[in-house]
């Protein structure tokens, strides 16, 4: 093969890229688009933008609000999003509606219970374990809504039928959930926790069958804080029935 050829094999697209690198702010959209562009297999130029002047100055040149910016055979291809529409990929903005939230939640606490029961027995699979995933599972969709209360109790409130007459118990209801789910991971004072989770589990499934599946209502579920895309209907009452299941469960056995 001759050289010119072997070159020609071995030369690879270069594309420019213009972002933020300031000692305040790195931007990550630009530090994504150079992991992309480099996965697609092109030689990138970087150009850090070190100042706000200089960003400024490089966005009223090109006429553009925002960087990074990606350049590709001289082309303006945009952003992040942008590039990774030219490649055919979808967007990581997240729009509608997802499950993959509260999904997260649960598998992490299966894990979690998983791991629990194999160190405390030396076995996956006890009664233990399906007890633990339904605690942890509790436990942390108490801490997500507790991370910001005031965005879970307006969420919350749009559908709750005891928060709505009384506005408080939006704000109470996470740390009854959070009570009750402490409690049952302890083995202790269940005659405190099963109540607890099954007055506030059995107003939540009544609130949600209603608001769904009666008034076919299409909300956002507070289940893992406030300003979440989860859709309230069949994995929100899920998590209201194990709260119910759980409190039967603990106070006969």
């Not at 409690?183 to 099954?198: K, S």
Request: include cysteine.
């Amino acid at each position: 093969m001759s050289t010119s050829a072997s070159s020609a094999l071995t030369t690879r697209e270069e594309a420019a890229l213009y972002r933020m690198v300031t000692a305040e702010h790195i931007c990550p959209f630009g530090l994504k688009a150079r992991h992309l562009l480099r996965r697609k297999g092109y030689d990138v130029e970087d150009h850090p933008l070190e100042s706000r002047a200089e960003a400024d100055a490089f966005m009223a040149q090109h006429d553009v609000e925002t960087t990074p910016q990606v350049f590709i055979g001289g082309e303006r291809i945009g952003g992040y999003d942008a590039l990774r529409r030219h490649f055919g990929l979808a967007s990581e903005q997240g729009e509608g509606t997802s499950y993959q939230p509260v999904l997260a939640v649960f598998a992490v606490a299966a894990l979690m219970a998983l791991a629990t029961s194999w160190s405390q027995f030396g076995a996956l699979l006890t009664v233990r374990t399906g007890e633990w995933f339904i605690a942890f599972s509790m436990a942390v969709l108490a801490t997500l809504k507790l991370r910001d209360l005031v965005a879970f109790s307006n969420q919350f409130l749009g559908y709750d039928l005891v928060a709505q007459r009384w506005p408080p118990y939006a704000c109470l209801y996470p740390f009854g959930e959070a009570l009750a789910a402490i409690l049952m991971i302890a083995g202790a004072l269940i005659w405190i926790a099963a109540p607890v989770a099954f007055v506030v589990g059995s107003i939540g499934a009544v609130s949600v069958f209603k608001a769904v599946y009666i008034d076919r209502r299409e909300l956002k579920c507070a289940c893992v804080g406030g300003n979440s895309n989860v859709p309230l209907g069949a994995v929100s009452l899920t998590e209201n029935l194990m709260m119910v299941a759980m409190a039967v469960w603990m106070t006969v056995s």
